[in-house]
T-cell receptor, first 113, second 113 residues
Framework: TQLLEQSPQFLSIQEGENLTVYCNSS?????LQWYRQEPGEGPVLLVT?????EVKKLKRLTFQFGDARKDSSLHITAAQPGDTGLYLC?????????????FGTGTSLTVIP | DVKVTQSSRYLVKRTGEKVFLECVQD?????MFWYRQDPGLGLRLIYF???????EKGDIPEGYSVSREKKERFSLILESASTNQTSMYLC????????????FGEGSRLTVL
């Protein structure tokens, strides 16, 4: 089992504030993904980072993959109520039979208008 | 529009009953997965399949079995449901090759009384 710890587990902030979510592991991954899940729905992919040290931006969201490919962070600038949801990181390990995805413990974000 | 469909959104079963959860994807994906989601634990992999009639155990296979007779369909079976199997069950599919992306269904919330 590849364990990924996310912190914080819960986050409640005011609209317009910035925040960072962390995803840490002792395992090395081929790539790392971030998903967002809204109530009553399945998770939806936000981004995949592949290279150690890679930074990707998606509007107000910035994703970084650690140099050693063991950890990642998600930074949201000027959070909006529409950012509310459960954020999940997933470490991907490529195997001959196909990719395996190991999920973090999740961060529940609430953005208060 | 790509789609993963889970047969039941909500189920209530009694201890000892046999439970079938069905999942169908319309994307011709090789890979299919069953996860369970519990608060604070993220998503934990139960079983996965990389090809028709092929299955591999994930991290928590005890008490579950699966069937993949056709490429588009992946079923999760609880032979004798127990209260500790009360959970949200998520099915996902992924194409073969590359980092991959998991496409999830909306989930099946199972309550075992």
């Amino acid at each position: 089992t590849q364990l990924l710890e996310q912190s914080p587990q819960f986050l409640s902030i005011q609209e317009g504030e910035n925040l960072t979510v962390y995803c840490n592991s002792s395992s090395v991954f081929s790539s790392l993904q971030w998903y967002r899940q809204e109530p009553g729905e399945g998770p939806v992919l936000l981004v995949t980072v592949v290279t150690g040290g890679e930074v990707k931006k998606l509007k107000r969201l910035t994703f970084q993959f650690g140099d050693a490919r063991k950890d990642s962070s998600l930074h949201i600038t000027a959070a909006q109520p529409g950012d509310t949801g459960l954020y999940l990181c997933a470490g991907v390990i490529a195997r001959n039979t196909g990719n395996q995805f190991y999920f973090g413990t999740g961060t529940s974000l609430t953005v208060i208008p | 529009d790509v789609k993963v469909t889970q047969s039941s959104r909500y189920l209530v079963k009694r201890t000892g009953e046999k439970v079938f959860l069905e999942c169908v994807q319309d994307m011709d994906h090789e890979n299919m997965f069953w996860y369970r989601q519990d608060p604070g634990l993220g998503l934990r992999l139960i079983y996965f399949s990389y090809d028709v009639k092929m299955k591999e155990k994930g991290d928590i296979p005890e008490g579950y079995s699966v069937s993949r007779e056709k490429k588009e369909r992946f079923s999760l079976i609880l032979e004798s449901a127990s209260t500790n199997q009360t959970s949200m069950y998520l099915c996902a599919s992924s194409p073969g090759g590359g980092p991959g992306e998991l496409f999830f269904g909306e989930g099946s919330r199972l309550t075992v009384l």
